[in-house]
């Protein structure tokens, strides 16, 4: 693998991880804006609301772990490469 490859590979990367945690982060932000608005509402259902808001936020978070294998796979076992 030449430099310049490399040099692309690696701005890639870091590029698509940005924007995949970019993405998580807003996401989660406006799922706990929901959740803290809907126990201020409704309290006795905070429990509930708790227990979605963690296992969306599991699913959240899952596409930045997805994101940062798909760029592991480019850094390190580039199928483009040859």
Same mark, same amino acid.
């Given at each position: 693998?030449?430099?310049?490859?490399? /040099?692309?590979?690696?701005?890639?990367? +870091?590029?698509?991880?940005?924007?995949?945690?970019?993405?998580?982060?807003? /996401?989660?932000?406006?799922? =706990?804006?929901? +959740?803290?608005?809907?126990?201020?509402?409704?309290?006795?259902?905070?429990?509930?609301?708790?227990?979605?808001?963690?296992?969306? =936020?599991?699913?959240?978070?899952?596409?930045?772990?997805?994101?940062?294998?798909?760029?592991?796979? =480019?850094?390190? +076992?580039?199928?483009?490469? /040859?």
């Amino acid at each position: 693998m030449d430099s310049s490859a490399l /040099g692309l590979t690696c701005l890639a990367a +870091a590029i698509g991880m940005a924007i995949a945690a970019a993405g998580c982060g807003i /996401g989660q932000g406006m799922g =706990l804006k929901a +959740a803290c608005e809907g126990t201020a509402r409704n309290p006795e259902a905070g429990g509930k609301i708790m227990v979605t808001l963690i296992l969306g =936020l599991a699913f959240v978070e899952s596409l930045a772990i997805y994101a940062l294998v798909v760029n592991l796979i =480019l850094l390190f +076992a580039n199928p483009f490469m /040859g």
